[in-house]
């Protein structure tokens, strides 16, 4: 019994991990073709704003694909230290299960990262996509966005899963959402919302200016979205984006109450 438990808590740990790696490769990558100098993405759509927007919007659906797909269905596709954190606060996960998703989502936004030295000086030329603050904008203000920013999908999350009647619809918000987001936002902080989505690029591209913000800032912006929806939070089942019929509830907290401890 407590074999199965393990293997099946190592499974969703290795969901985490290659959910979040995909991520990273393919939307950093979405990144690199969109704004890496030279690359013809500026010919065949000038605008930059329009770019900010697509390109927010693909991110967001690489995002809700992992979220559909059976990676989702085993662990959630979390795939940012944050929302679990969010789904910590809101009881749906224990401690230890916590740190194994957060400690499996790093990694993965580290290996989902290395094979993107192969776009070489396009990738180069964006820091492989890397989030960095703003040169005009202060510290505070580049803070400030992330809060927003994390608030904002936060929110998005907690108004989607607590209501039934929208649950399924979940992961379809997250593309429109970071289509929005982007363009209004990437010049401040770059958008990150998420730990692991800066800690990867920065690890291949030794940018680290500001590193500390992209913890603090989405941290805040979660902490404040938890509050502020405290009403809903207590509609929310599970700790999952899609596939809510799937849970196992060895791991994750359901409507009766069980949890792993």
Known sequence: MEENKNRFQWRIYFAEFLGTAILLLVGLSLVIFMFGEGSPAAQLIPNFK???????????????SIALSPIGKVSGAHINPVVTLGFRLMGKLDIRTT??????????????????????????????????????????????????????????????LGFRKIRRFTPFMIPFLYGIMVPL?????????????????????????????????????????????????????????????SDNRRFFKTGDNQNLK
């Not at 329009?50 to 809700?64: D, E, K, P, S, Y």
């Not at 005009?136 to 929110?155: H, K, R």
């Not at 800690?199 to 502020?228: C, D, H, R, T």
């Open 50 to 64: 329009l770019r900010q927007t697509i390109t927010g919007f693909l991110f967001g659906a690489v995002g809700m």
């Open 99 to 160: 740190l194994g998703y957060i400690i499996s989502q790093l990694a993965g936004a580290v290996i989902g990262c290395l094979p993107l030295l192969l776009w070489g000086s396009l990738g180069q030329s964006v820091a492989y996509g890397a989030t960095l603050p703003g040169t005009v904008y202060s510290t505070m203000t580049v803070v400030f966005g992330e809060i927003i920013t994390t608030f904002g999908l936060i929110a998005g999350l907690c108004i989607f």
């Open 185 to 245: 936002e990437a010049s401040i902080s770059g958008t990150s919302t998420n730990p692991a989505r800066t800690i990867g690029p920065a690890v291949i591209s030794g940018q680290w200016e500001g590193w500390w913000i992209y913890w603090v800032g989405p941290i805040i912006g979660m902490l404040i979205g938890i509050i502020a929806f405290s009403f809903l939070t207590k509609k929310i089942e599970t700790a999952k984006l899609y596939h809510f019929e």
